[in-house]
């Protein structure tokens, strides 16, 4: 792991979790993602019957890198929390907006980040649960790293890894935010320049960004 401070989870619900994992795996300071449910009651959900959960990313990150504020910044800005039946062609309770928090500076900092959005317009109401987290069901593996998935070009540049490692790895977090091109534009221009690079030298395997 990058630094000495152990690793924090965050999980968040924000629509369609193959996009949600996107969108939070490219971030520096962000080691692995996951997705799965979260948010109802029932035991053992499958996608097909996920019951009253939600589609949820879980994110594991280095806390000397980024915080939960930042965090809480990247889930607004990923998606429309005025939704109320869920995501533009996403429709139904499984794509509800939830923050999970674990404690009450978690529970505060959601609570005014979800207040702040609010006051930007009156005109709609912002439709976010704010949950103690009580348990993260992974979906399945063909959920995971969707978007990376798509892509063979990618999957054989990192050396065709097999389903654990590709769970795992940070670097197939990164680089399945930037197949589905949800990296913030620095950092997609970063891997961009990266992956020009290993072609030109001929084919090495990526290991890192
Ligand atoms: N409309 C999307 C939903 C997938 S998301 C994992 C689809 O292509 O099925 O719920």
């Known amino acids: 792991d990058p ?6 989870t965050a999980v968040f619900a924000l629509g369609c979790f193959w996009r949600s994992e996107a969108a ?4 520096n300071g962000v080691v692995r993602t996951s997705v799965g449910y979260a948010g109802g009651s029932k035991p053992n959900p499958e996608y097909r019957s ?6 949820c990313v879980q994110v594991e990150y280095d806390p000397e890198v980024i915080g939960f504020r930042q965090l809480l910044e990247v889930f607004w800005s990923n998606h429309d929390s005025r939704q109320v039946f869920g995501q ?3 429709v139904g309770n499984q794509y509800r907006s939830i923050i999970f928090t674990s404690g009450t500076e978690e529970s505060r900092l959601a609570a005014v980040s979800k207040e702040r959005e609010q006051s930007k317009s009156k005109s709609s109401i912002v439709t976010t649960q704010i949950q103690q987290l009580e348990a993260f069901h992974p ?3 063909e959920h995971q790293k969707f978007e990376l998935k798509r892509n063979p070009f990618l999957l054989q540049l990192m050396g065709n890894l097999p389903e654990e490692e590709l769970e795992r790895s940070t670097l197939a977090a990164k680089l399945n935010g930037y197949a589905a091109e949800l990296c913030p534009s620095r950092i997609q221009k970063q891997i961009d320049a990266k ?3 290993i072609i030109k030298r001929g084919w090495p395997i990526l290991r890192e960004i």
Do not use: K, T, V, W
């Not at 630094?3 to 924090?8: D, M, V």
């Not at 996920?50 to 589609?55: F, K, N, P």
């Open 3 to 8: 630094s000495n401070q152990p690793l924090q």
């Open 24 to 27: 939070f795996g490219c971030l």
């Open 50 to 55: 996920l019951g009253d959960h939600a589609e």
């Open 88 to 90: 533009g062609p996403d």
């Open 139 to 141: 979906a399945e593996p």
């Open 195 to 197: 992956i020009n690079d």
